[in-house]
Structures are given as C-alpha cells and as structure tokens.
C-alpha cells in the first residue's frame, strides 16, 4: 500500500456507521481517497451473509465472526465472569445480527439534547424522520409518517409465514386484552402493545446490511481501499492532530517471522484529516489521551428459554438441524427468493411497558426505578418479549437435536446498570480488555427480568404449539411445584390461572439469570458524546476533545441508551456523521 499511503479519511473498523458514512462519502466525491481498516474478513456475497436464515452460523462456537471478551468475575452474577462478543466483519453487526427491526422511542434522541445541553450530531425530534428516509425502505405497508421509503436497508416481514407469530398475537388478543394490538409499532410513540414483527430483509429475500448496501457498491472505486483482517494498535498525533494509524495483524505475530507485522499509515497533515472509531472496543486506543474513553459502558440484557412444540409445528429447525431439508429450502430461495432460507424465525413481539397499577404490585426494587426514570418518559417501553420458531443455538444444546422447538426470549431496553472497558496495554493491541461490564449491579435491573420471564412463560404456555417446558433452558424450581417445568399435552386455557410464585421459586429464578442473563451485542456509550465536564470524549460534531482531526462516530457515541436494536440508531449515527464530515471537508452531500 505504499503508493496509496496517504488518504483524506481513514477508518478504523468498518461498522455499520462507517460503512453508511464511507459509502455517503464516496458517492458524494469520487476523488476522496478513503481508507477502511477492519479486523474481521470481508462479506460480500458469503452466503451465511447473505442468505437471511443462515445467522446462526455466526453464533456456532467455531465461528469467526466475533472475538469474545471475558469481562472481570462479578459478584453481582454469583462469580461468573461474563463473556461479551464483538463482531469483526465488515459490515459490523448489520452483516451477522438477527435482523430484527426494532426502532427506539422519540425520547431516546430527544434525551441526548436534553440530557447533555448541546446540540448533538442526531437530529432534532423535526428532523429525524429525514435520516430514516435516508437509511430506509420500508416494505411492509406504504405511506406511514414515521417510515422511509427511498433508502438503502430496507424492511420486509420476510420469506414466508410460520405461524408461530400468529399464535403469539391471538395470545395476546384473548389473555392480555388491555395491551393493544396494531400493525407496525415502530413509530417512536408505541410503548406497550403487541404487532407483527419486521426483519431487515430485501423483497429478493437476502439481508438488508449496511456494507453491500453503502460500501460495496464503491469497492470499485480505486480511490476507496477495504483492508481487512488487520488491528489498529494506534492512533498516531502530532502537535495535538491526528495525522494517521499505526496497524498490525488481527492475529497476533508469530515471533519467529521475519516479515513486517505492522504499518503506519497517514492522513492529509491538516484540520480536515479525519480517523474514525467504530466501536467500543477500538475506540479505547486513544484512551491514554482521553480519560473518560472506555466509562458509560451499556447494553441490553436478556435471556431465553425454549418450549416443546409438536412435530408438524413449523419452525426453522428443519432448516438449522437437518441438512436434506436446508437443501430444499435453499433450491426455492435461489428461484424466487422465498422460503425458510429469507427468514429469521421471528414473526411477532411484544413491547412491554407497565401500567402505574401493574408497577404498584411489582418488587420494590422494580418500582424504584420505575419512579425514578420509567415514569418520566412515557413513551420508552421497559422490555421486548418474542418468540422464535425454532432454537439458533443447536450445537449448545446437542441432546435436543431433531426436536421441533420453540424460543421465548425476553429483553430489557433500559439497564440501570453501567460498567466500564479499558486497554491494559499501550503497546499490545492483542492483549486482554480491562473489563467490567457490571450487568446486574442494581437490583432493579433483575427485578425487571424476573417479571419479564413471568410474563414471556405465562403467553408461551397459552400458545396453541405448547407441550410444556424444555427444563433445562428455564430456572430450576422444585419438583412437583406448581411452578415446576414439565412436559404436556396441549397449552392451558386462556382464562387459566397464572402461576403462582413462592419467594423460593422468585429466589430460583433469580439464580437462573445470574447465571445465564447476557448482553445482547448492543454495546454502546464508552466515548459519550456530552460536555467534557461531564465525563464526555466527543463534541456536538463528533470531534474527539483536545485532538484535532480525531472523531468518533457509532454506538459509543451515546451518552444514553436507546431501546432499540442498536442497528437502527447506528444507521442513523451514520447518516448524519457523513453530513458533518461532508461539512468538514468541504464536499457537498445534501442534508436529508
């Protein structure tokens, strides 16, 4: 790369947001020389990429897709050291996720100005919906206010109908008649109600990522350079500007090869050269100059459990387990773009927000939190309930091999707790994360999921496909207890009673999300964007404080978190980083 050393941008990793504010940019200039360093391998056309249904083979345990970082033993999860994944593909998350399409409350954005007192790189509540028409192509119903219809990623229910989706909502309907049912509930106002659920998935059935929908299509620019398989161990600054990044192999060297294990490479010497961080990990690179880099550590908790369901339940299991099957099913999505092949198992879900009377009857802890944030920001949902028709994760779970199942998973949007990353090395970029990511600290965090699991377990048993619990995948209550997992023969009346629990059973089910909860790879908030007084790393324009040439643009930018799949908020980041940077560099890029 020796000719090509010296470019106009330079990004470190290529995530969502910098593959949106690369490709913007490119388009925008054909001349800007732009470079992109990731330290995963390249997407384009892998068919477990590619093809919707083949997500779970990122979360196989010889996948390449991700590196796993143990954080420290937590006392708050009875010793277990928790282990956090971070994607390393170009693409970032959007090339591996499960697709879900789940947009965040108004106020989430809103709280970002408000919060922090500046104007901060998202838009304001008048503006906002102009990203999404940038970003979005929503093709499930026409002509909605709060959807975009001209861009990129788009949005569809899928390859096919399983059903599983459907017997969830006329749960929902005839048990939980108060909680409303509509059609799309991913309009920044609907906390609380049961809808459809929708994927980020083409009308041709293939995945809908940010890198072939924005990087991609200039890869043919030689101006614009992909290197990947490499880890930025540096960014390089002089006189307070960063001027370039030093690399080296993602896999550390091997001591005994004489060949050269890293290179540095430059930016244009001037204000305008810019190197960007694509996530939490990375960004702490620069965390030697900037103290409060690696501190807001957030994410979203959850956990899951699975259900039996009879064998002529559709599901996606035939296409996960059973080789003959999968054939089959990719043969018609060749043709057509249908089918298992163009789906992720996920037709329906729940936002869940509480009522004041509902909070009242919940542990204190739970009320605690609700009184100090829920109840202030009407239109932030607590949790997401939703089932899958199938399990993703059959080499975990080997002794359930060729059964047809069902996954209930139940998520909190807004933890209480927070933690913190750090670099234990100035100079090794391969060595282990100082990390503490602190999930469960408050209690208020498992008072939540304790009351979700209730909740996701009482709507699974009323579901037409149930024939009782997998005992192994839910908390372990006694024998013969009422609220004791066990096989049946059919689901329970829907006017049933719900179970009772003991404060043993509370206490077990408790025990069971120490020792299982986990993030759910929507780690955002380690270089907020809020004023340096307040522990913030980066400026209203995304400028890194007290280094020139140095901006931060992705998840760790929030100095709040989102409820959403963070996909959608990084889109987003992306969309209006590429306007400031555009700005930056005197290139004209239209402002949505």
Same mark, same amino acid.
């Given at each position: *790369?020796?000719?090509?050393?010296?470019?106009?941008?330079?990004?470190?990793?290529?995530?969502?947001?910098?593959?949106?504010?690369?490709?913007?940019?490119?388009?925008?200039?054909?001349?800007?020389?732009?470079?992109?360093?990731?330290?995963?391998?390249?997407?384009?056309?892998?068919?477990?990429?590619?093809?919707?249904?083949?997500?779970?083979?990122?979360? &196989?345990?010889?996948?390449?897709?991700?590196?796993?970082?143990a954080g420290k033993p937590s006392k708050h999860l009875d010793g277990r050291a928790p282990v956090v994944s971070c994607v390393r593909a170009v693409g970032g998350g959007s090339a591996v996720n499960f697709m879900v399409y789940v947009r965040g409350a108004a106020s989430d954005y809103d709280d970002w100005a408000r919060k922090v007192n500046m104007n901060i790189a998202v838009p304001p509540r008048g503006k906002r919906l102009n990203y999404y028409d940038s970003s979005e192509t929503f093709n499930p119903m026409p002509g909605r206010p709060t959807h975009g219809y001209s861009g990129p990623i788009e949005v569809s229910a899928g390859g096919t109908n399983l059903g599983i989706g459907n017997q969830f909502l006329q749960v929902g309907k005839v048990y939980d008649p108060e909680c409303p049912q509509v059609d799309d509930h991913m309009d920044f106002?609907?906390?609380?109600? /049961?809808?459809?659920?929708?994927?980020?998935?083409?009308?041709?059935?293939?995945?809908?990522?940010?890198?072939?929908?924005?990087?991609?299509?200039?890869?043919?620019?030689?101006?614009?350079?992909?290197?990947?398989?490499?880890?930025?161990?540096?960014?390089i600054i002089e006189n307070g500007c960063a001027v370039g990044v030093e690399y080296t192999l993602e896999v550390a060297p091997d001591p005994s090869d004489p060949s050269p294990d890293k290179e540095?490479?430059?930016?244009?010497?001037?204000?305008?050269?810019?190197?960007?961080?694509?996530?939490?990990?990375?960004?702490?690179?620069?965390?030697k100059v900037r103290d409060c880099v690696g501190e807001n550590y957030q994410d979203h908790y959850g956990a899951f459990s699975m259900y039996h369901v009879p064998d002529d339940t559709d599901t996606m299991d035939d296409v996960w387990g059973d080789p003959e099957a999968d054939a089959g099913w990719l043969k018609e999505w060749k043709a057509h773009g249908t089918g298992k092949i163009a789906h992720n198992g996920i037709e329906a879900m729940m936002k869940v927000?509480?009522?004041?009377?509902?909070?009242?009857?919940?542990?204190?802890?739970?009320?605690?939190?609700?009184?100090?944030?829920?109840?202030?920001?009407?239109?932030?949902s607590m949790a997401i309930i939703q089932p899958l028709a199938g399990f993703p994760l059959p080499a975990y779970y080997p002794m359930l091999a060729g059964q047809k199942l069902l996954m209930m998973t139940h998520y909190i949007l807004y933890p209480e707790s927070i933690g913190s990353v750090h670099i234990a090395s100035g100079e090794d970029a391969h060595a282990p994360f100082d990390f503490d990511p602190n999930i469960c600290s408050k209690p208020g965090d498992v008072a939540q999921l304790t009351l979700f699991y209730k909740m996701s377990r009482e709507r699974a048993r009323r579901m037409s496909a149930y024939r009782g619990e997998v005992a192994a995948s839910h908390p372990q209550f006694p024998e013969?207890?009422?609220?004791?997992?066990?096989?049946?023969?059919?689901?329970?009346? *829907?006017?049933?009673?719900?179970?009772? /629990?003991?404060?043993?059973?509370?206490?077990?089910?408790?025990?069971?999300?120490?020792?299982?909860?986990?993030?759910?790879?929507?780690?955002?908030?380690?270089?907020? *964007?809020?004023?340096?007084?307040?522990?913030?790393?980066?400026?209203?324009?995304?400028?890194?404080?007290?280094?020139?040439?140095?901006?931060? &643009?992705?998840?760790?930018?929030?100095?709040?978190?989102v409820g959403n799949n963070t996909y959608s908020t990084a889109l987003l980041i992306g969309e209006k980083a590429a306007i400031i940077i555009a700005q930056d560099l005197g290139i004209e890029l239209r402002e949505a």
């Open positions: *790369m020796a000719e090509s050393a010296v470019f106009d941008i330079i990004f470190v990793g290529a995530g969502t947001a910098a593959c949106v504010i690369a490709g913007r940019l490119a388009a925008a200039d054909p001349s800007l020389k732009i470079l992109v360093i990731e330290r995963g391998e390249h997407t384009r056309d892998v068919p477990n990429v590619v093809q919707p249904s083949r997500f779970v083979e990122h979360l &196989a345990p010889n996948s390449t897709s991700f590196s796993h970082h106002k609907t906390p609380n109600a /049961y809808s459809p659920a929708y994927m980020c998935v083409d009308v041709t059935g293939k995945r809908s990522d940010a890198a072939s929908r924005y990087l991609y299509p200039h890869s043919d620019n030689p101006n614009v350079k992909i290197v990947v398989g490499k880890r930025v161990k540096r960014v540095l490479i430059t930016a244009k010497g001037d204000s305008d050269g810019c190197s960007l961080c694509r996530d939490v990990w990375i960004s702490n690179y620069f965390g927000r509480l009522t004041a009377a509902q909070v009242a009857s919940t542990a204190p802890t739970l009320q605690s939190r609700w009184e100090t944030f829920f109840k202030h920001h009407p239109d932030k013969g207890n009422p609220a004791a997992c066990r096989e049946a023969a059919g689901p329970v009346s *829907m006017d049933a009673p719900d179970i009772v /629990y003991s404060e043993a059973d509370d206490a077990a089910i408790v025990k069971f999300h120490l020792e299982k909860v986990t993030p759910t790879f929507h780690s955002l908030g380690t270089c907020a *964007m809020k004023p340096r007084q307040e522990g913030g790393v980066v400026d209203s324009r995304l400028n890194v404080y007290g280094v020139k040439g140095l901006k931060v &643009a992705d998840l760790s930018i929030c100095p709040t978190n």
